[in-house]
Nanobody
């Protein structure tokens, strides 16, 4: 069974750091384009960072220079390193598998349940 499970969320102060993990099972995540998305209460899911199967990366403007998406092929795991966190970074972070290197949620066919990130001052 193909599955994604996120971990690593939590509550941090402004300026703090967190590293999110997305463990894949049932398929090889390094053979796929993957992405991290954030959803705040009452808002749509929005892309934060994406990575192609070749390793190309792209970031939302609001996180560029602070977040880094990466993958560990041996562990079949996707990561999101988040530094210099701001209150507006708060939300539920989900990883997804995409059929293409894309920001469109409609291009994603598998999602994890998400992990909560709360940044407070």
């Amino acid at each position: 069974q193909e599955q994604l499970v996120e971990s690593g969320g939590g509550s941090v102060k402004v300026g703090g750091s967190l590293r999110l993990s997305c463990s894949a099972s049932g398929f090889r995540s390094n053979s796929e384009s993957m992405g991290w998305f954030r959803q705040a209460p009452g808002q749509e899911r929005k892309g934060v960072a994406i990575i192609s199967f070749r390793g190309d990366t792209s970031y939302a403007g609001s996180v560029k220079g602070r977040f880094t998406i990466s993958r560990d092929n041996a562990k079949n795991t996707l990561y999101l390193q988040m530094n210099s966190l701001k209150p507006e970074d708060s939300g539920t972070y989900s990883c997804g598998r995409a059929r293409a290197y894309s920001w469109l949620t409609s291009d994603y066919d598998l999602w994890g349940p998400g992990t909560q990130v709360t940044v407070s001052s």
